[in-house]
């Protein structure tokens, strides 16, 4: 019987995956990859933590000290001015003491962890669009891949039929002979391009599974159409956009408020807490003598004024400062050489018409064909398929930095890009 149910289990299992292999293969788009990378994301899971991390802080920032109680318990001996003993008995201390910081502490120390939180939640929004875009590049990459892997093994198999058909006739002279070892040559560079491709695509397609979380082995299929973006620009309402969104500009921003709160904090350490509270003491030595009161403590800064640590935390403001004027000067710098690049990109693409690959595809089609026939020489053969696909290539990988530098000014905007206006034909 323990057989069976182990053979029930196993088939259960091979079943299961057979399933899931199967629902990963089929065809997802790349909203939905996007979608799952920010709820499965190992790296995006630390940021959210992160964040919770700095909550409680900010919850035990809101606290009191705990009391301190004392307890002194010992010996007791009374003499007289002749050092004759009179009593001897025990002696006993209680006092509780709770400390009370000095008025604008405990409020400096939970504005600081509330900035805390504001620096934590900006990284988070800060990966959470660096994932996104990532996502989506790596979908691209992963179209753009797979169609030139198609069209490299397309080609490939058209100049190897061809080759094996022209070497199996019986009759063929010395210039025929040699156009065929040029095409023979041909599908060595062939051969390389197919894996170039093809590696990239795997590459891809295992980076898409581990930001998604998810086995290495499972197959990727994206729908979508490898098509450039139309949107169009605008470089000033890019630049108030990411002044205004920019979630590195925003942490710097709040780098600079803490590192202000944290100056005076440092300044305020130097002034006195209290501790309060009751205490009660017994003598017994012969007669038995009880106290009762209150007990206050404060320390005085006599020595120390806490001079190097204001020295430091001025210096920390000023590099705060440093840093955000940096990062408002760089941020504008990289819209402005992103908007430059994505513009020269879409006029690369403007350049090239909607009908040219395909046409160049079937002149590849055409000169098999041809070749075939005797009309046209292996050079002008070869010299087709060549074209074909740097064509290929070249126009993908203008779709590749179109799409590429939007979604850099995308994050540089904090995902706010300016309202797009549909591009024209």
Known sequence: MNRVNKLVCAAVYFASVAMLSAQEASSVSIDSLVESALQTNAELKSFEAEVAAAKGQRTQAGFFKNPEVSFEMGGREVRDSENVLQGNGT?????????????????????????????????????????????????????????????????????SDLASQLNSQSNFGARLLIEIRLVQASLVELGAAIKDASLRREETRTQLNALLGRPQNLPLRISASFTPPTKRLDDTRLIFAAQNNNP????????????????TATRLDIAPDFAIGPFFSRDVAGDT????????????????????????????????EALRVKAERDTEAQILSRLKAYELTR????????????????????????????????QLYLDTQTAYLNALRASQNAVLDAWRTLLDLNLLTGGHLDTPKEAKP
Do not use: C
Request: net charge positive; charged share 20%.
């Open 347 to 378: 006029r690369q693409l403007g350049m090239i018409p909607s009908e040219l690959l395909g046409n160049i595809q079937e002149a590849s089609t055409m000169a098999d064909t041809q070749f075939r026939n005797g009309s046209i020489g292996a």
């Open 248 to 263: 590195l500009l925003k942490i710097r921003q709040k780098e600079l408020e803490r590192s202000a709160r944290e100056l």
């Open 289 to 320: 003598e009880q106290n009762f009161g209150g007990a206050i403590s404060a320390t005085v800064p006599i020595w120390d004024w806490n001079i190097g640590n204001i020295q430091s935390a001025k210096a920390r403001s000023t590099m705060a």
């Open 91 to 159: 002696t006993m201390t209680v006092s509780v003491m709770q400390t009370f910081q000095f008025p604008g502490k405990g409020t400096l120390r939970k504005a600081i962890a509330n900035k805390n939180i504001e620096i934590a939640e900006l990284g988070l929004e800060q990966f959470r669009l660096s994932l996104a875009g990532q996502v989506r590049v790596l979908a691209y990459e992963h179209l753009a891949a797979t169609a030139e892997a198609n069209a490299a093994e397309s080609v490939y198999k058209q100049s």
